[in-house]
Antibody, heavy 120, light 114 residues
Framework: EVQLVESGGGLVQPGGSLRLSCAASGFTFSNYWMHWVRQAPGKGLVWVSRINSDESDTTSADSVRGRFTISRDNVKNTLYLQMDSLRAEDTAVYYC?????????????WGQGSLVTVSS | DIVMTQSPDSLAVSLGERATINCKSSQSLLYSSNNKNYLAWYQQKPGQPPKLLIYWSSTRESGVPDRFSGSGSGTDFTLTISSLQAEDVAVYYCQQYFTTPPWAFGQGTKVEIK
């Protein structure tokens, strides 16, 4: 059974940092692109960042580029999101999601999410 | 960037009746070389993560009930729930994967019971 379990969320002050983790199991993690998607309270889904299967290529949304860094450890089967210079507007539930093998296109499995609150 | 716009923002449908959600993209999602539309639909129930329902605009994910169907091509797409059940109360999102990044979602459509 595919499982994605996020951790590391919490309350952080503006300008602070946080690192999210997503532990993957039930599939060959190293074969798949992985993504982070966030959802502000009461709002819709917004794609944040993507990493390819061997970590050779990453890309991020304009709103987080230069502040957030996506990475992965294919030995530990874990995806990460390092979030620096956090702002109030980064407050959201952060989901890790697996990119489908077909064209690395849509997201076929999602974690339960980790809440990040940026507030003083 | 491609912009996805859903309509309506919310709808209330009686149990057993049909629910129809529309999704419009700012540019065509049809890839001519394989004749596939690069569009997916997700369902998000309250307090849960999104769940993939449909991809390639009309292919149901394994385990998704056949009352859910996707149609459309190019820039205009539809998700239809043929006979609404109580467990279908959720927010539904369309998403394009034709031109990435970014992977763009629609704003969501909330489906409730009338």
């Amino acid at each position: 059974e595919v499982q994605l379990v996020e951790s590391g969320g919490g309350l952080v002050q503006p300008g602070g940092s946080l690192r999210l983790s997503c532990a993957a199991s039930g599939f060959t993690f190293s074969n798949y692109w992985m993504h982070w998607v966030r959802q502000a309270p009461g709002k819709g889904l917004v794609w944040v960042s993507r990493i390819n299967s061997d970590e050779s290529d990453t890309t991020s949304a304009d709103s987080v580029r230069g502040r957030f860094t996506i990475s992965r450890d294919n030995v530990k089967n874990t995806l990460y999101l390092q979030m620096d210079s956090l702002r109030a507007e980064d407050t959201a539930v952060y989901y890790c999601a697996r990119g489908a093998l077909v064209n690395h296109a849509f997201f076929d499995y999602w974690g339960q999410g980790s809440l990040v609150t940026v507030s003083s | 960037d491609i912009v996805m716009t859903q309509s309506p923002d919310s709808l209330a449908v009686s149990l057993g009746e049909r629910a129809t959600i529309n999704c419009k993209s700012s540019q065509s999602l049809l890839y001519s070389s394989n004749n596939k539309n690069y569009l997916a639909w997700y369902q998000q129930k309250p307090g849960q993560p999104p769940k993939l329902l449909i991809y390639w605009s009309s292919t149901r994910e394994s385990g998704v009930p056949d009352r859910f169907s996707g149609s459309g091509s190019g820039t205009d797409f539809t998700l239809t729930i043929s006979s609404l059940q109580a467990e279908d109360v959720a927010v539904y999102y369309c998403q394009q994967y034709f031109t990435t990044p970014p992977w763009a979602f629609g704003q969501g459509t909330k489906v409730e019971i009338k």
